[in-house]
């Protein structure tokens, strides 16, 4: 298996531009992965997205790749569950994103999840090398190298997440902290209002506890105004928006064109 890219080049202030995958469409994500961004994530929280899905969107992105792409992906399962993330591995994801990441046990348990048991390490992974991620067996190495692949991808997303987040930031193997602005912005206590003070304070907190931890921070952008102001400010991670949203403002703004002809 190809080293982790994005593990590679995870560090603070070095941006790296992403889409949301939300439409469990192989073919909309080998479409997107030929689009120039940097990393894809395969949702599996939000997405109807099962195991065999997920497996068929990382194939069709390595089809991109062997076809002149060249793109980063992380798959997000849809809980903090050892057992869907071994799945998610074992069909190639090498970057894993968990929801609601919200106390040092729970980002530890993450943690543990994505790796197999080495050196003391706390690592839980089931060992299987004839899966997709190890070519099936052919691949030798596979095992071996799994464990320095594996990137954790931690959301935070919540008034609890928000309260223990230097704890886990400290932690080795925490690769990148994550901002969920939705879920956030609701645990706050203002459900839809991403600008709302508090959670624009927020947000600044988590980054700077990041930098100051020497992490990379991520987040999901709503707008290019957004995606361009996380990426100034520090942030390393960072969605810009998904493919949902590309798919249904491009056909409106097509449509738009067409009606202001007609006038
Ligand atoms: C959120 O905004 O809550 C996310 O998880 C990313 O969109
Ligand atoms: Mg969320």
Redesign the pocket.
């Known amino acids: 298996m190809k080293p982790n890219w994005m593990k590679q080049n995870l560090r603070p202030r070095n941006a790296m531009i992403g889409c949301?995958i939300t439409l469990a469409s192989p073919a909309v994500a080998e479409a997107i992965a030929h689009c120039g961004f940097d990393w894809l994530l395969v949702d599996a929280e939000h997405a109807p997205n099962d195991t065999g899905d997920i497996a068929a969107q990382l194939r069709a992105i390595d089809a991109a790749c062997a076809n002149g792409a060249s793109v980063s992906v992380a798959v997000r399962v849809p809980v903090n569950d050892a057992t869907l993330v071994k799945r998610a591995m074992d069909c190639g994801a090498q970057t894993i994103m968990f929801?609601t990441i919200e106390t040092v046990e729970e980002a530890k348990a993450a943690i543990a999840s994505m790796r197999f048991p080495q050196n003391g390490n706390g690592g839980v992974r089931g060992v299987a090398g004839l899966v997709r991620a190890g070519r099936y067996g052919l691949d030798r190495e596979y095992v071996g190298n799994a464990n320095q692949n594996a990137c954790a991808v931690l959301?935070i997303?919540t008034r609890e997440g928000l309260h223990n987040i230097e704890e886990i930031a400290a932690l080795d193997g925490a690769d990148c902290l994550f901002i969920?602005?939705?879920?956030?912005s609701a645990s706050l206590g203002h459900l839809g209002q991403a600008d709302h003070p508090e959670v624009q304070n927020a947000i600044a907190h988590i980054l700077q506890v990041c930098t100051q931890a020497g992490k990379a921070a991520g987040i999901?952008a709503a707008s290019v105004e957004d995606a361009a102001r996380y990426r100034d400010i520090g942030f390393s991670l960072i969605s810009l928006h998904s493919d949902v949203a590309w798919l249904t403002r491009g056909a409106m703004h097509a449509l738009t064109d067409y009606n202001k002809g007609k006038q």
């Open positions: 949301w929801p959301q997303e969920g602005p939705a879920d956030l999901f």
